[in-house]
């Protein structure tokens, strides 16, 4: 399994960023994708994720009301639309693959893409 994510780049405040990801092999029903994003000296967090069968998303605090998970399941593709950037969100973007379903931590996923780098000016 392979995880491809795009889609980052330099914002200012304010703006929006899609960020894609595209996933090798199947992906089942049971499994749940993922964003997590690290910011330098941090530890990975949680944004988003969504469940493969239902597409039912769920998001961290710092998500709510400004990002939007969805997936696309023919193109095996999951996609985070951020709005209402903010230097905060300033960070390297990964989307992964939890097998087993679970949401987070981030150890609990099995398959992660290479990153993605999104700043966010002020």
């Known amino acids: 399994v392979q995880l491809q994510a795009s889609g980052g780049g330099l914002v200012q405040a304010g703006g929006s960023l899609r960020l894609s990801c595209v996933a090798s092999?199947?992906?089942?029903?049971?499994?749940?994708m993922g964003w997590f994003r690290q910011a330098p000296g941090k530890e990975r967090e949680f944004v988003a994720a969504?469940?493969?069968?239902?597409?039912?998303?769920y998001y961290a605090d710092s998500a709510k009301g400004r990002f939007t998970i969805s997936r696309d399941s023919a193109e095996n593709t999951v996609y985070l639309q951020m709005n209402s950037l903010k230097p905060e969100d300033t960070a390297l973007y990964y989307c992964?693959?939890?097998?087993?379903?679970?949401?987070?931590?981030?150890?609990?996923?099995?398959?992660w893409g290479q990153g993605t780098l999104v700043t966010v000016s002020s």
């Open positions: 992964g693959k939890s097998v087993r379903g679970d949401l987070y931590p981030a150890g609990s996923y099995d398959y």
């Open positions: 969504v469940r493969w069968g239902t597409g039912r998303p």
């Open positions: 092999g199947r992906t089942f029903s049971s499994h749940v």
